[in-house]
């Protein structure tokens, strides 16, 4: 089991930067991949960025590639998104969520993610 909590979302002017973090619980984090979703209103919840496991392999969808960055320091049991010039269509509310232990397949998948977090709001203004 593991609880996520994320932080870091808030008012950023178009072009600037924030950095999210979640925060997990267990000592078994570090088996987990961990995801960044997320959710404009109006729309469909979109897959970020992942990080597996052993951060061997880090995804990123084309509309954040090269602005955002995804990482873990599993001593601290946090993944971080850090996001770079900002757009005002990057607003929406973001969740981490974490895998089943090792997995790493099919992570762009929602229905890959059992662990979910409550979510951080991150609004661009023009």
């Known amino acids: 089991q593991v609880q996520l909590v994320e932080s870091g979302g808030g008012l950023v002017q178009a072009g600037g930067s924030l950095r999210l973090s979640c925060g997990g619980s267990g000592r078994t984090f570090r088996s987990y991949t961990v995801g960044w979703f997320r959710q404009a209103p109006g729309k469909d919840r979109e897959f970020v960025a992942a990080v597996t496991w052993r951060a061997v392999s880090i995804y990123t969808e084309d509309s954040v590639k090269g602005r955002f960055t995804i990482s873990r320091d599993n001593a601290k049991n946090t993944v971080y998104l850090q996001m770079n010039s900002l757009k005002t269509e990057d607003t929406a509310e973001y969740y981490c969520?974490?895998?089943?232990?090792?997995?790493?397949?099919?992570?762009?998948?929602?229905?890959?993610?059992?662990?979910w977090g409550q979510g951080t709001q991150v609004t661009v203004s023009s």
């Open positions: 969520a974490a895998t089943r232990p090792w997995e790493t397949a099919n992570i762009r998948d929602r229905n890959q993610y059992i662990y």
